[in-house]
């Protein structure tokens, strides 16, 4: 067996070469390479050299040896049946590993892009496997032809099933070529170009098309283009991994780096269509509306929460968005999408959490009004009383001292409000865990060292069980209580009073047997809101729910001629149970110890000025 003619000798030893080339290649690139897509683009180098290149070499090699030149000399010779047997068996592989090589690089332009989710791998994988066994269903009756079993038609299969497999080619490489282009050319440092030579093995899908219709006489044509092809994609796919580097400037860095900065950043980003659907949103907007859910995208963005219904997001404007579950005010900015032609593509909108400007802006009304109008009254009535003093000498005493106490009042006045400035200034976050029967007994403590009056033990009853404090600064609740504490004893003459920690819903519960909050206090905390003719009189209330607030947690007042009852509730995570909790006589289960500071050393403040 003698191989006719040096031309076709040559070309048989350039095809193995180049095959072998793409082979060796894909396999070192598996092995020495890393980085997004470098093992689809391996695994597409060594299909493509054994079903391009390995196969073809190994049919051209036998058919020249039988001096077949022709593909009329092809069609209407006799062949031997080891020939046969080895032209189908070769003809299978390369069909299948030529089907496979397009899609597994496809694969590769979807990685390398960051455009095949997780959620896709399964749907591609599935789509070659269904390609791939139309491969094998439409091969298999030319094979068991020449191995003797008879299926008719064998050649009509043969012809049916390569329009299937160049059309899939063609189609699945052509859309990653696409992709590629509008990736690299979007993203990538370098020229598209420089890029898109990986594509470069792709070009072989024509001469593959060409020769399926027919459109080659003799083999040498065919072979002469085909190395030409075959021999243009290795240097263009070599020269894109080894000269140009493209796992070093990977257009999906930026889209990762994009993806990963919307996602971890604070703002929160909703991205709608043309019909006001979501087809984007990161997961700061989902924290913000509570859906962590994977349903949201593709639905109207009206569904996405409750506040949205009658808001129109689709206008180029801001507005103010309020969550009653979670308390947070939101401000939605839109901005409109278009093509070039200016036709809508929809609208980005940036939700930002402004809950902390509101309040801040809440505070200083509400400190403005308090003070402007309590100073006006004070001042006020102290002039009176020194106008008095000119008209009545007798009466100095009597004069003098109600003069010293509209004095005490505005100092209070001005103790308390540095005392919310210094709460406000503190951090809300800390580490470690403090008990709560430690926070309760620090507070009493701070209100017997910082004002006239003191609690006595006998006058308080405490029921704390065995928690702590976790996560957040326990000196903000410490000065709630002294609040709490300082309101119960400043406005009964024997106050009892009573501390209780119910565990269920987390409630620090305080009692007291004084003459009670006068309800236009309670009304103006409950609506949150301070006007000129609705007002309350002093900054106690307003000092322990801004507290609260900050802790994320509510409080509840009932308030009547026999005392007065505040719930403060904190969220649970806020509480551990306390490894070992200490049971006493004086409250039900655990008894701060009152008249002593806090040896915890977490920055709470043990003398918090009178008020």
């Known amino acids: 067996m003698s191989v006719q003619t040096p031309v076709v000798s040559l070309l048989i030893l350039a095809t193995l070469v180049v095959s072998a080339g793409y082979v060796a290649f894909g396999a070192r690139t598996l092995r020495a390479r890393a980085g997004r897509g470098v093992k689809t683009l391996g695994w597409f180098a060594i299909l493509w050299g054994i079903g391009n290149g390995l196969t073809n070499a190994m049919d051209l090699y036998l058919s020249a040896s039988l001096g077949i030149v022709t593909q009329a000399q092809f069609s209407t010779a006799v062949l031997p049946r080891w020939f046969e047997v080895s032209l189908a068996a070769g003809t299978f592989l390369s069909i299948l590993s030529s089907t496979v090589a397009p899609f597994v690089w496809t ?154 900065a919307i996602e971890s950043i604070e703002l929160g980003i909703v991205v709608l269509d043309e019909h006001d659907r979501i087809a984007d949103i990161n997961e700061s907007a989902r924290a913000m509306f509570g859906r962590r859910d994977g349903t949201v995208v593709g639905t109207d963005y009206r569904n996405l929460h409750p506040s949205l219904a009658n808001t129109d997001l689709t206008a180029e404007r801001a507005r103010t968005i309020k969550i009653p579950e979670t308390g947070r005010v939101l401000e939605a900015d839109t901005t409109t999408m278009a093509d070039r032609y200016d036709r809508p593509l929809g609208a980005a909108v940036a939700f930002y959490d402004i809950t902390e400007q509101k309040r801040r802006q809440e505070r200083i009304q509400v400190l403005n009004r308090v003070l402007r109008h309590n100073l006006r009254n004070e001042l006020t009535g102290a002039r009176g009383y020194a106008q008095l003093l000119v008209t009545e000498p007798e009466n100095a005493a009597e004069l003098a001292e109600q003069i010293t106490e509209h004095h005490d009042r505005l100092t209070s006045m001005g103790d308390k409000a540095q005392r919310i400035e210094r709460m406000l200034e503190l951090d809300r976050d800390a580490t470690g865990s403090t008990p709560v029967s430690e926070v309760v007994g620090d507070a009493i403590s701070a209100v017997n060292t910082g004002t006239d009056r003191t609690i006595d033990p006998e006058q308080v009853t405490a029921s704390i069980p065995g928690v702590s404090l976790t996560r957040v600064n326990p000196a903000i609740l410490q000065m709630v209580l002294v609040e709490l504490l300082e309101n119960a ?123």
């Open 489 to 611: 004893i400043q406005h009964a003459a024997d106050p009892e009073i009573e501390i209780q920690f119910r565990e269920p819903d987390h409630a620090l519960v305080v009692t007291d047997t004084g003459p009670g909050i006068p309800d236009i206090e309670i009304e103006v905390l409950r609506t949150e809101t301070e006007t000129p003719t609705k007002h309350g009189q002093g900054l106690g209330l307003w000092l322990i729910k801004w507290g609260i607030d900050r802790l994320g947690g509510s409080v509840d007042i009932d308030a009547d001629s026999s005392g007065t009852r505040i719930e403060v509730t904190l969220p649970a995570a806020h509480f551990v149970r306390t490894p070992e909790a200490s049971t006493s006589e004086s409250g039900t289960e655990s008894e701060p110890e009152f008249g002593t500071e806090s040896e915890s050393g977490s920055g709470t403040e043990s003398e918090p000025e009178s008020g």
């Open 107 to 260: 694969a590769f332009v979807l990685n390398y892009t960051t455009q095949l989710r997780p959620r896709h791998r399964r749907l591609y994988a599935g789509s070659v496997a269904v390609v791939t066994l139309f491969v094998v269903f439409f091969t298999a009756p030319s094979l068991l032809e020449v191995l003797g079993i008879r299926a008719p038609l064998a050649n009509s299969f043969l012809f049916l099933t390569g329009l299937v497999v160049i059309g899939s080619q063609i189609g699945v490489a052509g859309a990653g070529v696409a992709q590629l282009y509008k990736s690299s050319q979007r993203y990538a440092p370098s020229e598209p170009a420089e890029v898109l030579a990986v594509a470069a093995p792709l070009l072989l899908l024509f001469n593959n098309a060409a020769n399926n219709f027919g459109l080659y006489g003799e083999f040498l044509g065919l072979y002469a283009v085909y190395f030409s092809l075959h021999g243009f994609g290795i240097v263009g796919f070599v020269a894109a991994i080894q000269r140009y580097d493209i796992f070093e400037q990977l257009p999906a860095a930026t889209e990762i780096g994009r993806d990963t």
